[in-house]
């Protein structure tokens, strides 16, 4: 999915939720391969620290990560073929979901310093 910016016109909490997704797909901690060639799937969703959580080596404040306790989210990003929702477990991301440029990931993913 490269080329224009958000090219699926995702709302701001599903490309929020979208760039937490893909960092835990970068995380053994969190990710696995899927059935399907080039997709992972993502669990072990991480349990709130205080007002942020730690997934691998960044941190997300709370506010940015309530799409990920939001079924609607992860409905709308499964029927834009981005992921199939095994919700509230988890979701399977596709090779198209791990290519696009959510532009958020700089500003959400803080890195950890404890």
């Known amino acids: 999915?490269?080329?224009?910016?958000?090219?699926?016109?995702?709302?701001?909490?599903?490309?929020?939720?979208?760039?937490?997704?893909?960092?835990?797909?970068?995380?053994?901690?969190?990710?696995?391969?899927?059935?399907?060639?080039?997709?992972?799937?993502?669990?072990?969703?991480?349990?709130?620290?205080?007002?942020h959580y730690h997934i691998g080596d960044s941190v997300v404040l709370g506010r940015d990560a309530n799409g990920l306790a939001n079924p609607a989210v992860f409905a709308a990003l499964?029927?834009?073929?981005?992921l199939r929702s095994l919700f509230p477990l988890g979701a399977v991301l596709t090779a198209d979901a791990l290519e696009y440029d959510t532009g958020l990931a700089a500003a959400i993913l803080h890195r950890a310093d404890h």
């Open 1 to 51: 999915m490269k080329g224009r910016r958000n090219p699926l016109k995702l709302n701001k909490l599903q490309l929020k939720t979208l760039a937490i997704l893909q960092q835990m797909a970068r995380s053994k901690e969190h990710a696995q391969p899927g059935d399907d060639p080039g997709s992972i799937m993502v669990s072990n969703f991480p349990p709130p620290h205080g007002n």
């Open 78 to 82: 499964e029927r834009k073929g981005l």
